[in-house]
């Protein structure tokens, strides 16, 4: 129907309301005019046709209007995001749009690769749900949002202000506009007064509408499902009963969510059966149910310092759904047999009844691996832990052999006290163990993919797309000026190019910040119902399989996995009804997991400026991550990053965008990407999640200098 649109467009050269385009293409059915809308809507998006102002539809021959994500700074100007040039829009120009509205935007002016434009429309309005502090001002109730991207007056309706006090925080939607720039909203739920413990983090979570809170529908569902594996479930699965085979679980000491236990055992002729067991989330959770509707609508839990929200019920999730030593739980197991050089040979998908033998945790574990000390109560499992580390160490060989990018970036870890304060930011350890996991859910993950993928049946994969040439040509040519040349062909990207990218740069001092940089050209991987691969894994087929208690991609592959498999359903509407529905489930899950992350990153920054509240003053060494216009940024050991404003320096620096470096004019010292420096913590601001440090050096050298 798109190029019977566009044709009968150019045809009648004119513009035509959406009525008269139905009339003309024959269009009668209410069904069929839904379709026709929505097709209007992608042509706009598309900027192949665009909505004047009395309704109508006209061909959009404009070069000049894009169409894209509008993020506005907090100063008030903005950027429409595009995939080449993103437009610059300033303040005076927003004409009404808001921080996340889907706009077209005109260009008004191009200074060499600099465009700056104007919005025209307002295509969609993302904002939704908004999340503010209470504060009273005579009679009326304002709320003064969050998001300093967002430019607004709000006053909540006299109905919702009963029980309210100065510093609650909302959640509050918008009603109407009552005059410029000002809305009135109604009050949708109250998360808790800002002085009270935890309440900062579930504000954050709020704010990229997650909640700790399941609606009644889910709540009331949870009655109906048992907290123990019941007679009928042992009868349909007897064969596949692995209760007596030696299975356990490895998770960190505080997991109370355990998704996936393992097996091993070694054949005579030295290969592997690994067997992967998971929980199976899909039998307590049924297609269409509330509980179903509420893991979709949060699409992952969310781990934010010392809290996780999560996908389901703690019933569920801690519960029958949690592979718990010595108790019996459903499972989807997938067993391997896996040869001498990595590869899985053979291997079975099938529902199982499993007990974990053993909760065992990473630190134990590690203890074996790595130190060769057996802790008290694994003396019975040195010898599968070591088949075990065996296999993961073929297996990762065989990854890395076909391209695999390991960016080794550190993790922070924040750690609180009772009151939910940060008391300490550490970097999270990673050993052996964890590895080795690792390597175990990512060979399951491509034995699921690839068994559906030829199988040529509509699935859900977990897709990485390759890097654009022009995004790592431009890192190469930037690692060129800090004085590196590097050798390797950016033509036809491969995983290995990536590989020997980071081999030659392992060495240099910057090399923690130039992995994150290229880490940074890589598209970010997503849900797909078409598989492209996973180019950061070296993977031609990969799904996620192996956690479907916290994240719903996995829930939903385990039940194409027992429609295909174990019912056998192969009718054509069932492939019918999973061609339409997968592509909407894969992007839900994609940006549901795009919110959680943007949420934990934003609450790990408040969290480390709130423990670094209570070190003003002290002195830090770190290294110099990133050098702009307006400030040197100083990464610390344990990961906390801060800014030396460039105000705060002594003497007159010169930017040098492309070499990223700062060069005095005045004889001061010169700062360059990698440079070690010690700082002073001159300012931190939980609430604008922002840390001030000053160099210790230069500010020495002024005080020298102001005594002289």
Request: charged residues 35%.
């Amino acid at each position: 129907m798109e190029r019977d649109i566009l044709e009968l467009l150019k045809k009648e050269n004119k513009a035509l309301y959406p009525e008269d385009i139905g009339s003309f293409l024959g269009v009668q059915k209410t069904e069929d005019y839904e379709q026709l809308f929505k097709i209007l809507y992608e042509l706009e998006k598309k900027m192949q046709i665009r909505l004047t102002n009395k309704g109508k539809y006209i061909l959009d021959e404009n070069p000049n209007r894009k169409t894209g994500i509008l993020e506005v700074k907090e100063k008030g100007f903005g950027f429409v995001l595009l995939e080449e040039e993103d437009i610059f829009i300033p303040r005076s120009n927003m004409n009404g749009a808001l921080h996340g509205d889907e706009v077209i935007a005109e260009i008004t002016s191009k200074k060499g690769e600099k465009l700056e434009g104007k919005i025209i429309q307002i295509l969609k309005r993302n904002i939704s749900n908004l999340v503010g502090e209470v504060h009273f001002k005579k009679k009326d109730v304002y709320i003064y949002l969050e998001d300093p991207k967002i430019h607004l007056n709000v006053v909540l309706k006299k109905e919702f202000t009963r029980g309210l006090v100065d510093g609650d925080k909302v959640v509050v939607k918008l009603e109407k506009q009552i005059k410029e720039n000002l809305y009135s909203a109604i009050l949708l739920s109250k998360i808790g007064h800002k002085d009270d413990p935890g309440v900062d983090i579930l504000t954050i979570a709020a704010e990229h509408e997650i909640y700790k809170d399941f609606n009644e529908e889910a709540i009331e569902e949870l009655k109906q499902i048992p907290d123990h594996v019941l007679e009928t479930e042992y009868e349909q699965r007897k064969d596949h009963d692995l209760r007596e085979k030696v299975i356990f679980t490895i998770d960190g000491e505080d997991t109370k969510d355990v998704d996936d236990a393992i097996s091993i055992s070694k054949k005579e002729d030295g290969n592997y059966i690994l067997g992967v067991h998971i929980a199976d989330v899909s039998h307590y959770v049924k297609p269409g149910s509330a509980l179903d509707k509420e893991a979709y609508r949060r699409g992952t839990s969310s781990y934010l310092a010392d809290r996780v929200i999560p996908m389901l019920p703690h019933q569920l999730s801690n519960g029958i759904c949690s592979l718990n030593e010595m108790e019996d739980r459903l499972a989807m197991s997938c067993i391997m047999e896996i040869d001498s050089k990595g590869d899985v040979i053979d291997y079975d998908i099938f529902e199982s009844i499993i007990r974990s033998k053993k909760k065992m945790t990473y630190k134990k574990v590690n203890e074996i691996l790595e130190k060769n000390s057996i802790p008290e109560g694994y003396e019975e499992y040195e010898k599968p832990l070591l088949e075990m580390q065996e296999l993961a160490q073929i297996l990762r060989k065989n990854k890395i052999r076909r391209g695999y990018i390991d960016f080794n970036i550190d993790e922070a870890k924040i750690i609180v006290n009772e009151k939910g304060e940060a008391i300490d930011v550490v970097l999270r350890e990673r050993g052996v163990g964890e590895n080795m996991i690792e390597d175990f859910m990512i060979v399951a993950n491509e034995t699921v993919a690839s068994h559906i993928y030829y199988m040529e049946l509509p699935f859900l994969y977990r897709i990485h797309e390759k890097p654009e040439e022009e995004k790592i040509s431009s890192f190469l040519k930037y690692v060129s000026i800090l004085g590196y040349k590097l050798v390797g062909k950016v033509h036809d990207l491969r995983p290995t190019t990536m590989q020997n990218i980071l081999k030659q740069l392992e060495d240099k001092k910057e090399y923690s910040i130039l992995s994150k940089q290229l880490l940074r050209c890589m598209k970010k991987a997503i849900y797909d119902s078409n598989n492209v691969g996973h180019f950061g894994l070296g993977s031609n087929c990969y799904t996620h399989f192996t956690s479907p208690i916290r994240r719903y991609p996995d829930k939903m592959v385990h039940q194409l996995l027992k429609t295909y498999l174990v019912k056998k359903d192969l009718s054509n509407e069932t492939i019918h009804f999973y061609e339409q529905a997968l592509p909407e489930i894969a992007f839900q899950s994609s940006e549901r997991e795009r919110q959680s992350v943007e949420c934990e990153r934003e609450v790990d920054s408040m969290k480390m400026a709130e423990y670094m509240e209570k070190h003003i003053g002290e002195h830090f060494k770190g290294m110099i991550s990133g050098i702009t216009s307006w400030g040197i940024y100083v990464e610390l050991p344990n990961l906390i990053e801060g800014m030396i404003r460039i105000d705060s320096l002594n003497g007159e620096y010169v930017y040098e965008e492309e070499a990223c470096r700062l060069v005095s004019t005045s004889n001061q010292k010169n700062y360059s990407l990698g440079d070690s420096i010690e700082v002073v913590v001159t300012r931190a601001s939980k609430i604008l999640r922002q840390i001030d440090f000053e160099d210790i050096e230069n500010k020495v050298n002024e005080e020298e200098n102001g005594n002289q």
